[in-house]
């Protein structure tokens, strides 16, 4: 069992929460789907740490235990935008952790296949979202090897630092579909955008350096 998480969802969290939006809105962000997600969402319970919920509307990740982050509201944001996401798309997430992301697609209208790989994340996950209203398939696994059975999916999205664009997820997108992932390059990584264009061929962009943390390895690798 988990801490009891006390669901208070004030109007200042709400004001917040446009504020953040605002935020996003001077960086770049556009798509307003993706904003009103984020304006929507009570990004505060889906932080463990009480301490931190003061801090929750601020751009910025913050701890979620097991060496893991929430991510930076703008990173998500970002993500989620490039998916260009229609409505009950098939959406494969790569690493739940606290849910967030998790949620911002289910709001802008995916219908969400998500896997984490370290356990205490997924049973936490697994009971929080539900309590506020979400509920989507949930998987504790190997994202590196993707969800084949549910195969194939309009999109994809990866939440954390791969050190290599993982040949299973490729093949388990759509012809059309589209691929964003950050992949390592020393301390960061370089954001991705891929487009599958034929079962062999794909247009690659690259959109400049983010900070994740790392995708665990493979299993059964080194």
Same mark, same amino acid.
């Given at each position: ?33 993706? &904003? ?26 913050? =701890? ?40 911002? &697609? ?45 195969? =194939? ?16 997820? &490729? ?52």
């Amino acid at each position: 069992m988990f801490e009891i998480i006390i669901m208070t969802d004030t109007y200042r969290h709400k004001g917040l929460r446009k504020q953040l939006a605002q935020v996003l809105v001077k960086k770049g962000i556009k798509d307003n789907a993706v &904003l009103t997600a984020v304006e929507t969402i009570p990004r505060h319970l889906f932080i463990p740490d009480n301490a931190l919920h003061k801090y929750a509307y601020e751009d910025k990740p913050f =701890p979620i235990g097991s060496g893991q982050t929430i991510s930076q509201p703008y990173t998500v944001a970002f993500q989620t935008e490039l998916l260009k996401i229609k409505p009950r798309e098939k959406v494969l997430e790569i690493g739940t952790g606290s849910g967030y992301q998790t949620a911002v &697609l289910l709001e802008v209208g995916a219908k969400v296949f998500s896997i984490e790989r370290q356990k205490y994340l997924y049973e936490r996950t697994k009971e929080l979202l539900p309590q506020l209203g979400y509920n989507t398939k949930l998987f504790y696994g190997d994202g590196y090897k993707g969800l084949p059975t549910f195969a =194939p999916f309009d999109k994809i999205i990866v939440t954390a630092g791969a050190p290599y664009i993982p040949e299973d997820l &490729l093949n388990q997108l759509k012809i059309g579909g589209i691929l964003v992932i950050p992949v390592d390059e020393d301390n960061s990584q370089r954001m991705k955008k891929i487009v599958k264009l034929s079962a062999t061929n794909f247009e690659t962009e690259d959109l400049g350096l983010f900070r994740f943390v790392p995708l665990l390895k493979e299993k059964g690798r080194d």
